[in-house]
């Protein structure tokens, strides 16, 4: 089934651990973008990718690292977890980001808590 | 840059009400507008879009008009289910540089009681 696969689905961490949150779809779209959902504060972007190769700093970038070595992956760490991480991260992916619209497909996101 | 405001909820209905669900936006140009839903413990899903003025979307019995008179893009359906208990996004896409871009609203939590 075409789509996107985050993993993992929830996760626990210590403050001060590095964690990677994977992100895989499969539908060749160009650009992937990562979110957090916090309550109250809806999604803000995090990273994104317009293809693969290349990235960009959204909304609310520190902290966070990504890459887009092939264009199917685009992995989110976190270097040294905090608390103010604790989020549900989704990652999301359209067909390009020129031109009048392209949607956004998310996938089911990962739930992190840091401790 | 680009904001979007949407009524805060929880909003609660019986099924077969009326739902409204107000959404304004402030942006330059002629953004593209857009309704998400996400159901409980899933991702989001595009509900409905709107990509120029007076244009009205629809999907699932919900419709929303692009109003750039009054820089609003309001949810609305006649009839509401139980299964349509999920939250519910408003989000625009810049025309200008920062189109790669959704911006979104903090959501709204619709809860339908049979």
């Known amino acids: 089934i075409a789509g996107i696969t985050q993993a993992p689905t929830s996760q626990i961490l210590a403050a001060g651990r590095r964690m990677t949150l994977r992100c895989t779809q499969d539908m060749r779209h160009n650009a992937m973008y990562w979110y957090r959902q916090d309550l109250g504060l809806g999604l803000r972007l995090i990273h994104y990718s317009n293809t693969a190769g290349t990235t960009g700093k959204g909304e609310v970038p520190d902290g966070y690292s990504v890459s887009r070595a092939n264009t199917d992956d685009f992995p989110l760490t976190l270097a040294s977890a905090v608390p103010s991480q604790t989020s549900v991260y989704f990652c999301?992916?359209?067909?390009?980001?020129?031109?009048?619209?392209?949607?956004?497909?998310f996938g089911p996101g990962t739930r992190l808590t840091v401790l | 840059g680009d904001s979007v405001t949407q009524m805060e909820g929880p909003v609660t209905l019986s099924e077969e009400a009326c739902l409204t669900i107000?959404?304004?936006?402030?942006?330059?140009?002629?953004?593209?507008l857009f309704w998400y839903v996400q159901y409980p413990g899933e991702g989001l899903q595009l509900l409905l879009k709107?990509?120029?003025?007076?244009d009205k979307g629809s999907n699932k019995g919900f419709e929303a008009t692009y109003r750039k008179e009054t820089t609003s893009f309001h949810l609305e359906k006649g009839s509401v289910q139980v299964s349509d208990s999920a939250v519910y996004f408003c989000a625009l896409r810049g025309s200008g540089g920062s189109n790669y871009k959704l911006t979104f609203g903090k959501g709204t939590l619709l809860t339908v009681n049979p």
């Open positions: 999301a992916s359209s067909e390009g980001t020129s031109g009048s619209y392209h949607e956004q497909f």
């Open positions: 107000n959404c304004t936006y402030t942006a330059t140009g002629y953004p593209s």
């Open positions: 709107a990509t120029k003025a007076d």
